[in-house]
């Protein structure tokens, strides 16, 4: 199947700062990637949808200046957590569409562990 | 909007048993449905999908079985193994939704003893 990659697999910072998360299909290009967070032992939580030139669309209740999300190319999403606090220490995971002719999968990445100090 | 669990419910299996794991839906308009299996510390895999004009689809050792009349889909794992244990989520997308967003469910922990 087809891979997706996130770096870096773990990430701890200071409160405050700021923290970019990137996501890349590695054998596919991904018009449509996806952003999900995922508290212990809970589901994965929809952030964000990511488009390939436009910008992302955002799921209610996630606040769009806190976590900036950029899609420059067909196989490149980046999340960044700006002014990063402890709550916001979670396991984010990213997901690439691959939509063609047979096939419309969705892929994720290993995700990010993220510890806010 | 996205299920959200704080208990995760727990299966507990002797190794070659089959397990069943059941998931209930709510968007009666989804049409199309996908198991993943989430290791600790790692991303979902895909392990099987199903479309809604189906009922019922088999892969290696797994089957999926779709009910659409009580929205409930279930994952079945024959001779299950402890490589098995882990977090399995269905998933859910409905065509008229866009980019093809998924909605998870609240995911099952499967623990499979030697």
């Known amino acids: 199947g087809a891979v997706v990659s996130q770096h870096p697999s773990w990430v701890i910072c200071k409160s405050g700062t700021s923290v970019k998360i990137e996501c890349r299909s590695l054998d596919f290009q991904a018009t449509t990637m996806f952003w999900y967070r995922q508290f212990p032992k809970q589901s994965l939580m929809l952030m964000a949808t990511?488009?390939?030139?436009?910008?992302?669309?955002?799921e209610q209740g996630v606040e769009k200046d806190k976590f900036l999300i950029n899609h420059a190319s067909l196989t490149l999403s980046t999340l960044t957590v700006t002014s990063a606090h402890p709550e916001d220490s979670s396991f984010y995971i990213c997901?690439?569409?691959?939509?063609?002719?047979?096939?419309?999968?969705?892929?994720f990445g290993p995700g990010t562990r993220l510890t806010v100090l | 909007g996205e299920s959200v669990g704080l208990h995760l419910p727990t299966l507990s299996v002797q190794e070659g048993d089959n397990s069943i794991i059941n998931c209930a839906y709510s968007?009666?308009?989804?049409?199309?449905f996908i198991w993943y299996k989430q290791e600790s510390g790692k991303g979902p895999q895909f392990i099987i999908d199903?479309?809604?004009?189906?009922d019922k689809r088999q892969g290696q050792r797994v089957t999926v079985l779709l009910n659409k009349t009580v929205k409930h889909l279930s994952l079945q794992i024959a001779a299950t193994q402890p490589g098995d244990s882990a977090v399995y989520f269905c998933a859910e997308i409905s065509e008229s939704t866009s980019y093809g967003k998924l909605t998870f469910g609240q995911g099952t922990i499967l623990t499979v003893h030697p």
């Open positions: 199903i479309r809604s004009n189906m």
């Open positions: 968007n009666s308009a989804s049409d199309y």
């Open positions: 990511s488009n390939e030139g436009s910008k992302a669309t955002y």
């Open positions: 997901s690439a569409r691959d939509s063609g002719f047979l096939t419309d999968t969705q892929y």
